[in-house]
């Protein structure tokens, strides 16, 4: 019955979503992607002769887990051809030309004979899943194909659909892959009560991620010389609700702080906004370096897309946005540089490891309100060595929590060496 119900599900879904890009843009790429799929397919692979890796993303935050085996297997074994495939518009539109991958597709919807067709085309030797992507028909005919299928970044929750009833079906095909990589001790209990016992506890492979950024951090010039000497914070990936809850706090610290912000969208009606709404001297990133304000202005908005995660080098805190909305951002691109980082609380937090690891170890704090911020940095502020150990401790969290990458790197070693 649960297969029943999942296949009918997958086909409503793919009507309800052809439905829908009559009038939204992400259903209409959604749709638009996948027109001429197989013979897109056909056409790159025909006469291939080279092995092939194919990873599996959802979107663009699992794409950021799977990145760092991508990137290391590419270098170890350069013979391989690398497939990357999407099944968000919003991580095919951003990465459909990351040079870290021969081919770049969405992924076809998932039925018996699209899986089967795709499996032909590509003809992988080995299948990498990210987090959670568990497509019956997919895994079913890799694993009866013989593809070697993994999952990395793995995290199953107590209320996963793998270890309810009804994803019996589900937990029975996923119990047929070689190997799990999962992000922590909890996610490999809950998998071994429905007999998955085929995993290894490797962590979250974004820590390896965001500890190589931040090894090859570019240096921001106009970002440097705007932070000066001053304490600063740098605020990343907000939105507007982020936004209200921190223009109380900029104007209470105008005076002696100064205030990076990379927002989420770049609409110029957001940008426009956050100046508006900010009593103080505001210059935006790209007339930085021909404004001579610079210098004296205590707010620098950041206007371009790229550099978010070098930015927070220059921070003496981070505030990074999202967790309003329901969807926190990155905070370990934040975290890696030893500092205290502040996010807003929301009950959708308990899904993101690292956020909640930041908080247990004491170098994250979920913010409830301005006033709540504000106590917050004035205590740090008035304390140094508090400030210290507690950016020391968002610092070890990625240190310590390295090595995930390395774990499924030794694996995949001896399955191609075998």
Known sequence: MGLFIYNISIRLYG???RLVSLFNQKARLFVQGRKGLFKKLEETFAGNERPVLWLHAASLGEFEQGRPVLEAFRQAYPHYRILLTFYSPSGYEVRKNYAGADDVFYLPEDSKANAGRFLTLVNPSIAILVKYEFWYHLIRESVSRGVQTIGVSTIIRPNHLLLKPQGRFLADCAAKMHHFF??????????Q??????????GDTRYDRVWDIAA????????????GDQPTMVIGSSWPSDMEVLYPVIKTFSDRFKFIIAPHNLKETELSAIEKNIEGRV????????????????????????MLSSLYRYGRYAYVGGALRGTLHNTLEAAVYGIPVFFGKHANNQKFVEATDLVRVGGGQEITSADQLITAIKQLESDAELRDRTGNQSGELVQQSRGGTEKVMDYLGKIISA
């Open 15 to 17: 009507l309800l979503i």
């Open 182 to 191: 999962v992000q922590d001790e909890q996610s490999r209990i809950n998998m």
């Open 193 to 202: 009560q429905i007999n998955i016992d085929q995993v290894t506890v490797a």
């Open 216 to 227: 090859k951090a570019q240096e921001i010039p106009i970002a440097e010389h705007f932070a």
């Open 283 to 306: 210059i935006r990133y790209s007339k930085a370096a021909t404004d001579e304000r610079l210098a004296t202005a205590n707010v620098l908005l950041i206007d371009n897309i790229g």
